[in-house]
């Protein structure tokens, strides 16, 4: 069974779906500082697939607007597996979310460290759902 979060109360292994590599690179740096210990950065619906069933993260990141295409594939993916995510959005509130993932937790862009954190926290101590 996965261990849902190292010993410091934020997840383990980290899943970061996001087409922009400078915000990935931002989001990996942040939270390797607050202790996670595996990131992993997917830029498009099908690596990111691919990435959660190599292997399944304790918690991901999923930028909402990819490339040409909205990340609800993985969400809807991660909820069957029922592991915690965040939508990370520039357009806020503004953004429409499918009925099944509308009542997700959300992190605007640009982020503060703190609110990051405190997601992290909140999904590694819990199942966050």
Not at 5 to 28: H, K, M, Q, R, T
Not at 76 to 88: H, Q, S
């Amino acid at each position: 069974m996965m261990e849902p979060a190292s010993l410091n109360g934020v997840p383990g292994n980290v899943l970061i779906v996001e087409d922009d590599p400078i915000i990935a690179l931002d989001f990996e740096d942040t939270i390797l500082g607050f202790g996670v210990k595996a990131v992993r950065t997917a830029g498009n619906v099908v690596k990111a697939l691919e990435m959660i069933a190599d292997q399944a993260p304790d918690f991901a990141l999923l930028d909402v607007g990819l490339v040409r295409e909205k990340s609800f594939a993985i969400a809807e993916r991660l909820a069957e597996l029922k592991i915690p995510f965040i939508f990370v959005t520039g357009y806020g509130a503004d953004v429409r979310l499918p009925g099944a993932l509308a009542d997700k937790p959300r992190l605007p862009k640009p982020y503060s460290s703190d609110a990051l954190k405190a997601l992290l926290l909140r999904f590694g101590d819990s199942d966050g759902r």
